[in-house]
């Protein structure tokens, strides 16, 4: 399986600060690595897919970058309802393996 | 737009059979991968594994001799069976849509507790 280790593990931030959470995998996995936003009781969004690509109806201030096996998610301007756990997926191959999550919290 | 909405049984006996239903509305299960993934309390998302509208699957080793995922294309739906469950599979099951570079839609999600 393809590990996927996020860092950090969570972080407390103020709202307008630029937040980066980085992703690396364990092997070359191309550009196949998404990110998800996930807030309690909700269902996760999916963020960013392709490793850079912005969903459709996802604020501008989320973006992704990286190819192989080094990956980051930045908040250009956190937001108050930003605040939540963050994941990265690699969908390179099975099983699509998740990152452990990086919580963002309020400083 | 496609919603998901999943259902079954929120009590299941340790060593029965966890069984789920994901109901698709607002559109036809086709070229798309459904999926099911789970979150254990205070744990992160674990991904259980998909099926393909063509029927094809993949399940995650670590469950592989236990899931079993299947399609009701007549229904509009997709199931995920778990066998002989502990305590250890207690978790909010997903149901979810997406394609090669992710899962784009998801149902709300549904709490399962293995428990005598």
């Known amino acids: 399986d393809i590990q996927m280790t996020q860092s950090p593990s969570s972080l407390s931030a103020s709202v307008g600060d630029r937040v980066t959470i980085t992703c690396r995998a364990s092997q070359s996995i191309s550009s196949y690595l998404s990110w998800y936003q996930h807030k309690p009781g909700k269902a996760p969004k999916l963020l960013i897919y392709?490793?850079?690509s912005l969903q459709s109806g996802v604020a501008s201030r989320f973006s992704g970058s990286g190819s192989g096996t080094d990956f980051t998610l930045t908040i250009s301007s956190l937001q108050p309802e930003d605040f939540a756990t963050y994941y990265c997926q690699q969908t390179y191959t099975t099983p699509r393996t998740f990152g452990h999550g990086t919580k963002v919290e309020i400083k | 737009q496609v919603q998901l909405q999943e259902s079954g049984p929120g009590l299941v006996k340790p060593s029965e059979t966890l069984s789920l239903t994901c109901t698709v509305s607002g559109g036809s299960i086709s070229n798309s991968y459904w999926s099911w993934i789970r979150q254990p309390p205070g744990k992160g998302l674990d991904w259980i594994g998909f099926i393909y509208s063509t029927g094809s699957t993949s399940y995650n080793p670590s469950l592989k001799s236990r899931v079993t995922i299947s399609l009701d294309t007549s229904k509009n739906q997709f199931s995920l069976k778990l066998s002989s469950v502990t305590a250890a599979d207690t978790a909010v099951y997903y149901c979810?849509?997406?394609?090669?570079?992710?899962?784009?839609?998801w149902g709300q999600g549904t709490l399962v507790t293995v428990s005598s």
């Open positions: 392709s490793a850079s």
């Open positions: 979810a849509r997406g394609d090669d570079y992710g899962d784009y839609a």
